[in-house]
Structure formats: structure tokens, C-alpha cells
């Protein structure tokens, strides 16, 4: 799946300057994820916004509230290795679906500190993944 226009200028500008971004994600925590394609093998990036939980970096599949899951999720759901950019920081990293608790417990955390989570969830049949990023030593 190509990238939009909307993403590559996220990228460009996060890349540019230092993680920093302006328009909608200014002042918001911003990474990049790079996956391998699923079909494809090729690497793909995907500017999204995270939460932490404690040294983990935790990230919401909701494609807004779309029917279906996000390319990035289905990627990762095929090769869980990633990259993270995050600030100056880059970093080879592993992604795993958090479930029950753990994931309800994530969820809520994130749409604590930005609501339009709750409204994503109320949108769509499907229940919303979390991806919990482990850095690799």
C-alpha cells in the first residue's frame, strides 16, 4: 500500500526536526514505525502517536475506527520485528498484541489522555488491538 501524501509529510517533518511535528500532531507523542510488508517485504513507515507504559512503548490499531485493521498491524502481525523512531532516537524493536487485561488496561490508559480513542472503539464492531514496542537489547 503506497504511503499518502498526509504521512510522508509527517515523516519528513518529524525526520527533520528532531521528532517534532506541527499541524494536528503538534505537541503530541509521535513515533515512527517501520514494519516489513506482510505481502510486499518491503519496509514501510507509519507516523503514530503512543503512549508509554513503563519502558514499553504502547500504540492503538484503530485506523480511526475503521472496519478494518490498520496495513501497519497486519505487518507486524506477520514479522513482529520493527523500528522505532522516536525523538532523535532509532531503535530495532519487537511488537506483540497485548490481550484481556493487559489490553483493556492499555486501551483505556490511552484514551484517558486522548478521548477520540473511545470514539474509535464506539465506531467499529472489530475490538481495537494494542501493540506493546520492547525495545531489542
Known sequence: MP???FNLQIIE??????GETF?????????????????SGEQRTTPLVYSKDGDRLVI??????????????????????VTIEVGTD???AKATTA????RDRLYDQQAEAM???????????????VV????VS
Do not use: C
Not at 499541524?23 to 505481502?39: D, E, I, M, N, V
Open 3 to 5: 504511503q499518502t501524501d
Open 13 to 18: 517533518e518529524f525526520r527533520a526536526n528532531g
Open 23 to 39: 499541524g494536528p500532531f503538534k505537541g503530541r507523542p509521535l513515533l515512527l514505525l517501520t514494519t516489513t510488508g506482510a505481502k
Open 60 to 81: 492503538i490499531a484503530s485506523m480511526g475506527g475503521a472496519p478494518k485493521h490498520p496495513a501497519w498491524y497486519l505487518n507486524i502481525a506477520a514479522n513482529p520485528d
Open 90 to 92: 532509532k531503535y530495532a
Open 99 to 102: 490481550e484481556g487485561a493487559e
Open 115 to 129: 478521548p477520540a480513542f473511545k470514539e474509535y472503539q464506539a465506531k467499529t464492531t472489530r475490538r481495537i488491538p
Open 132 to 135: 506493546v514496542i520492547d525495545k
